[in-house]
Structure formats: structure tokens, C-alpha cells
Nanobody
Framework: QVHLVESGGGLVQPGGSLRLSCAAS????????MGWYRQVPGKQRELVAM???????NYADSVKGRFTISRDNAKKAIYLQMNSLKPEDTAVYYC????????WGQGTQVTVSS
């Protein structure tokens, strides 16, 4: 079982950048595809980026070209570099396996506002 802790969120102006981190525990982290998800109140959680165990990545159209997902298997961590942030990126961001299981962390709030 993987336990997840997200960090790195905050308040940023439109056009700014943030880097989110996700620390994972669990013996088999390296074999899992992992993803970053986000959720706004009243909407379903959505997958914004995923990275396979071998490093292949996929992105939602809304973040393609602005967000970059990466992983460090030695540190059991995944990251989300977010550039050119827009107000519509405001959400709570979570990491989880891809596809996800029920073991969601607390998430980290990202607010994009002037």
C-alpha cells in the first residue's frame, strides 16, 4: 500500500509558477504509474498528468505545454512543475496511482489569482 503526502501549493499570480511534490511510502512505488489530479468544489476530481513506471507521460489538454510531471524512484517522489498558471488552474491537487485507488492524501491547495 502507498501512503501519499502532497506539498508545494500556494497563492500565485496568473502567469506564475509552482512546483508540487508528492512523497510516497510503500515498497512497490517504482512499479506504479502515478498521477496528479485536481478538484474544485462541486466538480469531479480530474487527472491532469500521469507518468508511467518507465517514465512515459500524458497530460490533460488543458495543461499540455504548461505542466511537467516527473518522478524520482530513489526518493519515492513525484513532482508537478506548473508554469504559466491560469486562474482556472485553481484547485486542490492530489497525487495517487494511475488509475487511482481510494488512498487519497490531504492534497495541496493551489490558488491562481491577482
Amino acid at each position: 500500500q502507498v501512503h501519499l503526502v502532497e506539498s508545494g501549493g500556494g497563492l500565485v499570480q496568473p502567469g506564475g509558477s509552482l512546483r508540487l511534490s508528492c512523497a510516497a511510502s510503500g515498497t512497490f512505488f517504482v512499479i506504479y504509474a502515478m498521477g496528479w489530479y485536481r478538484q474544485v468544489p462541486g466538480k469531479q476530481r480530474e487527472l491532469v498528468a500521469m507518468i508511467a513506471a518507465g517514465g512515459d507521460t500524458n497530460y490533460a489538454d488543458s495543461v499540455k505545454g504548461r505542466f511537467t510531471i516527473s518522478r524520482d524512484n530513489a526518493k519515492k517522489a513525484i513532482y508537478l512543475q506548473m508554469n504559466s498558471l491560469k486562474p482556472e488552474d485553481t484547485a486542490v491537487y492530489y497525487c495517487n496511482k494511475a488509475p487511482p485507488n481510494s488512498a487519497w492524501g490531504q492534497g495541496t491547495q493551489v490558488t491562481v489569482s491577482s
